[in-house]
């Protein structure tokens, strides 16, 4: 745990950066005329690093991540990752994590992890033997052949996770993947993906409407304005790796979820 | 009520019908001029089987059900997905689909006899005629099924076209398209004999309703007997398929 830490501390300095935006505006053309979405969006997160995004219903959180997965295009902007621009979706270099129900009902938890293997054509035992280790890595090992309407909320979740990293991409989003679920379940699965991510060392982008999760699982905190959605604060939560539930009792972990609540609330 | 319970009360209704239909003709309960016993249908039934009229005309009643079939469906997926998939042809469109799918369609029969006359191309262009709109809307139907949710997740994995349609589309649209299927059967299947029997020189249809007529009941449920066994044992496969595919769908 502590050679964990050190690495995870070790990540915070400037390092090599996997995702950087510039100047990216959006806006919709839709059926009610023109909705500006984003507005000047920069940021920036390094290798390695677990950056959080909270912000209002609506204020382009869901369209920021569609744009750093290729699945969507910024009207105005710029989209580096790993230093070139991503204009598709390119499962090798990002994985994505749905809020729910992502998984595919007909196929079995196996299959689904499988599934972005299967679309490459990649072999049949290559297949079997990485979603396996996926599944091992979430905490499923022996569930592969269960279907979705089999496993509880938070065990779809995991397999949604193993689907996204299955590709060993470098940057993993993840765009409310624990919203769905019960409190209790919600604290377990954040301190799992904390578990994960310290073996995999991933860059990881998380959206979440909880300022609680929020502090505990997040580098940097990005909190975004109401429509059109504008980075208005950044903030580093600077508590020490591994995480515990202890921490959220502390001082320092209130002053920070506050100071989040703060901008929030006067963003809206 | 466990299920083999269940089966075996259904075994004894069933059995309870059957002995009915044998006993209270042959006792002269009923009328046996209006409902011969059930003996006699069945063995009327392998005697007509063995008619070479009554085996063509069932020839013909499958030929035109057949190539009904092969219209309406095509046709109608096509119109279905396209009105699915485009927002300003559906716009326009389904609500007029809901309309003319609500009138019954054995009013334009006449009109299908103006036009193509009694023989097997107004039965062929009347059972397609009302096939297809069931067809249009379930298949527009099945694609409003697939979930943009897994579109999406198709595409974050980069999946091409062909992909989407062949991984996420179809096993999506499976359950709907085979109840489509099944319910087209029935309206298919309907559409052939009551063109038959409005006006017809051959087929079952035309048969039926020419025993009918001439009050020959025997051959009349023969022929009754025969058509009920071939829509259930459709049916039910159907049906049996469906659920080897909807393991997943609760
Ligand atoms: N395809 C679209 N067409 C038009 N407007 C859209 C589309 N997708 C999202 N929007 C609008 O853009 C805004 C931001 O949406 P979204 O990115 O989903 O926000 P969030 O995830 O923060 O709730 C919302 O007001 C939404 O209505
Ligand atoms: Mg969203």
Known sequence: MQRLANLSAART??????????GLSHVYDGREGKVPALEDIA?????????????????GKTSLLMMLAGLRRPSEGAILCNGRPIPSPDPERVGVVFQEASLFPWLSAQDNVEFPLALRHAPRAER???????????????????????????????????????????VLLMDEPFAALDEQTRMTMGHELLRIWSQTLKTVVFITHSLTEAVYLADEVLVMSARPGRIIDRIAIALPRPRTYDMMATDTFGRLRDRIWQQIRTAD | MNRLTILAVRLALLGAFLAAWEMLPRHGVLDARMLPPLGDVLRMLVDVLGRPRVQEAIGVSAGEFAVAFLIAIPLGAAIGILIAENDYLGEIFKPMLFYVFSVPKSIF???FILVFGIGFQQKVAYAAFSTVFIVIMSAT??????????????????ATRAQIIGRVYLPSMMPVLLEALRLSMIFNFTGVLIAEMYASRTGIGQLIANWGEN?????????????????????ESIRWLEAQCSAWRT
Do not use: W
């Open chain 2, 215 to 235: 009050f020959q009941m025997p051959q009349l449920f023969a022929g009754v007997v025969f058509l009920a066994t071939v829509a259930i044992v459709f049916n």
């Open chain 1, 128 to 170: 079997r033997r990485r979603a396996t280790d996926m599944l091992d890595l979430v905490g499923l090992q022996g569930f592969g052949g269960r279907y979705p309407h089999e496993l509880s909320g938070g065990m779809k979740q995991r397999v949604a996770i193993a689907r996204g990293l299955v590709q060993d991409p470098p």
């Open chain 2, 109 to 111: 029969l006449p009109m």
């Open chain 1, 13 to 22: 300095d400037a390092g090599p950066t996997a995702i950087e935006v510039a």
């Open chain 2, 141 to 158: 139907a099945a694609v409003e099924s697939v979930k943009a949710d897994h579109l999406l997740v198709a595409r974050s994995y980069g």
């Open chain 1, 43 to 59: 940021m920036t997160v390094g290798a390695g690093r677990f950056v959080v995004i909270v912000g209002p219903s609506g204020c």
